[in-house]
């Protein structure tokens, strides 16, 4: 069984930045494909990036040049840098981890951008 758990969450400025983490409880194979989702309240989850097993990468909209997905298969750790954020970044974001037909979830970790 799979466990991811998210940290690096908190409550910044506009134009500030935040490093989000995954901790992946059991070994992290380069097949698996990891991505990022966002909450926001009274919204559904969207998408917010993810990394393939050959380390190519994917952005919503919304957040490409400012955001950066990356991996440490021997850390077994999946990070976002957020940077520039914005008051439409508020949101819980979570980890996936999707290995063949299976996807697992980390319980998110909150972000709050606001004056």
């Known amino acids: 069984q799979v466990q991811l758990v998210e940290s690096g969450g908190g409550s910044v400025q506009p134009g500030g930045s935040l490093r989000l983490s995954c901790a992946h409880s059991?070994?992290?194979?380069?097949?698996?494909?990891l991505s990022w989702y966002r909450q926001a309240p009274g919204k559904e989850r969207e998408f917010v990036s993810g990394?393939?097993?050959?380390?190519?990468?994917t952005y919503a909209d919304s957040v490409k040049g400012r955001f950066t997905i990356s991996r440490d298969n021997v850390a077994n750790r999946l990070y976002l840098q957020m940077n520039n954020l914005k008051f439409e970044d508020t949101a819980m974001y979570y980890c996936?981890?999707?290995?063949?037909?299976?996807?697992?979830w980390g319980q998110g970790t909150q972000v709050t951008v606001s004056s």
């Open positions: 996936k981890c999707s290995m063949g037909l299976a996807n697992y």
């Open positions: 059991g070994h992290l194979y380069r097949t698996h494909v």
């Open positions: 990394i393939g097993s050959d380390g190519t990468t």
